[in-house]
T-cell receptor, first 112, second 108 residues
Framework: ETGVTQTPRHLVMGMTNKKSLKCEQH?????MYWYKQSAKKPLELMFV???????ENNSVPSRFSPECPNSSHLFLHLHTLQPEDSALYLC???????????FGPGTRLTVT | KNEVEQSPQNLTAQEGEFITINCSYS?????LHWLQQHPGGGIVSLFM???GKKKHGRLIATINIQEKHSSLHITASHPRDSAVYIC??????????FGTGTRLQVFP
């Protein structure tokens, strides 16, 4: 247990669906991250939040919409996804940006 | 070419063997991380280092800044060490850049 939880652990959705991924950290950290991990590719950083403010968006398509209502919670809202968006989505947190990151278990997303 | 390259991509070993995984990078960095990812996805940070050597139990990580190279060693390997080991560097732009990982399988 790293202190970072993600729900759901598995998600299958159609291309016209809208769903949300949730991440919660119980570590008192101030930075939170969304990563995408596709098969045979390196982890890709999607978004970074510092003290609830988005500080990084790595050219992520608008069909992915993050939300950070407070330092403990991070959401990734999904709509009109494509099959190539199927991947493992990992959330992480750290005390501050540039500090060691703690990862959640990930959500395995399949877009049909 | 990726900015972070790991070798080998896949590694199999017998229980008890000494294992080395290598990471080379081509950018200036402020820190290098070694991460472990077990089947099922969860990632655990093993080491964060910017110089020299760190040891934790049977794991040892070294870095040579001049040669832009790091190694992760596992002594007396065990089947529970089977996982994907990922090298990541924090570049001068502050972003973490990840390698593609080394898949290790240790057989009893």
């Amino acid at each position: 247990e790293t202190g970072v939880t993600q729900t759901p652990r598995h998600l299958v959705m159609g291309m016209t669906n809208k769903k949300s991924l949730k991440c919660e950290q119980h570590l008192g950290h101030n930075a939170m991250y969304w990563y995408k991990q596709s098969a045979k590719k390196p982890l890709e950083l999607m978004f970074v939040y510092n003290f609830k403010e988005q500080t990084e968006n790595n050219s992520v398509p608008s069909r992915f919409s993050p939300e950070c209502p407070n330092s403990s919670h991070l959401f990734l809202h999904l709509h009109t996804l494509q099959p190539e968006d199927s991947a493992l989505y990992l959330c992480a947190s750290s005390r501050h940006h540039r500090y060691e990151q703690y990862f959640g278990p990930g959500t395995r997303l399949t877009v049909t | 070419k990726n900015e972070v390259e790991q070798s080998p991509q896949n590694l199999t070993a017998q229980e008890g063997e000494f294992i080395t995984i290598n990471c080379s990078y081509s950018v200036g960095i402020s820190a290098l991380h070694w991460l472990q990812q077990h089947p099922g996805g969860g990632i655990v940070s093993l080491f964060m280092l910017s110089s020299g050597k760190k040891k934790h139990g049977r794991l040892i990580a070294t870095i040579n800044i001049q040669e832009k190279h790091s190694s992760l060693h596992i002594t007396a390997s065990h089947p529970r060490d089977s996982a994907v080991y990922i090298c990541a560097v924090r570049g001068n732009t502050d972003k973490l850049i990840f390698g593609t990982g080394t898949r290790l399988q240790v057989f009893p």
